[in-house]
């Protein structure tokens, strides 16, 4: 398994302003996965951050909202651009450690956008 | 379009009885399951898998079964403890598609002293 920390761990910010999330991870690894949770709803994969390229974004996901980076294979942030209350949420990351299609979550960090 | 289902939000059962949480899932081009457990304020926690090619896997207490041709499988606890009050989470995995999970919408599980 993998230890997985994430920065903040909840953070209440104002409609039109920017968060960035931290996730670091103890080991090395290639995968990486940014998740929503909206209240009362599953966890919906926001992107695959994979070091060295350009994140994949799921539909209905688009980089300017959510800009990942991927500077080495222990680090990544998830930026929340421009904020509305929708994006309420718990943000998540997570990792594949290449063990198996375990994937290893970080503890979340709880988005309230008044 | 909600490709894998969890129809129970909310389960109760006494201590020392059996578990049982299910989930449904709609495309067939899943082959791997996987079951999460979540305390609040922390990130799910995983618990148990299973392939495909397997109709069963048990790990301890836990054990999951799949029936591929009903698309169903389920989390059995036996048995169950207080500590195992959690909000559970069954994923789907499509081999070949880089990890991604597809996760269901969980089911509140508490066991009663």
């Known amino acids: 398994s993998a230890v997985i920390s994430q920065k903040p761990s909840r953070d209440i910010c104002q409609r039109g302003t920017s968060l960035t999330i931290q996730c670091q991870v103890d080991?090395?690894?290639?995968?990486m996965f940014w998740y929503r949770q909206q209240p009362g709803q599953s966890l919906t994969l926001i992107a695959t951050a994979n070091q060295g390229s350009e994140a994949t974004y799921e539909s209905g996901f688009v980089i300017d909202k959510f800009p990942i980076s991927r500077p080495n294979l222990t680090f990544s942030t998830l930026t929340v651009s421009n904020m509305s209350p929708e994006d309420s949420s718990i943000y998540l990351c997570?990792?594949?450690?290449?063990?198996?299609?375990?994937?290893?979550f970080g503890p979340g960090t709880r988005l309230t956008v008044t | 379009d909600q490709q894998v289902k969890q129809n129970s939000p909310s389960l109760s059962v006494q201590e020392g009885r059996i578990s049982i949480l299910n989930c449904d899932y709609t495309?067939?081009?899943?082959?791997?399951f996987l079951w999460y457990k979540k305390y609040p304020a922390e990130g799910p926690t995983f618990l148990i898998s299973?392939?495909?090619?397997?109709d069963k896997n048990e790990d301890g207490r836990f054990t999951v079964f799949l029936n591929k041709s009903a698309k169903h499988l389920s989390l059995h606890i036996v048995p169950s403890q207080p500590g195992d009050s959690a909000v559970y989470f069954c994923a789907a995995s499509v081999t070949g598609t880089a990890s991604k999970l597809t996760f269901g919408t969980g089911t509140r599980l508490q066991v009663t002293l």
């Open positions: 080991s090395q690894v290639t995968m």
């Open positions: 495309n067939s081009m899943f082959d791997y």
């Open positions: 299973i392939s495909s090619i397997k």
């Open positions: 997570s990792v594949d450690p290449g063990q198996g299609y375990e994937q290893y």
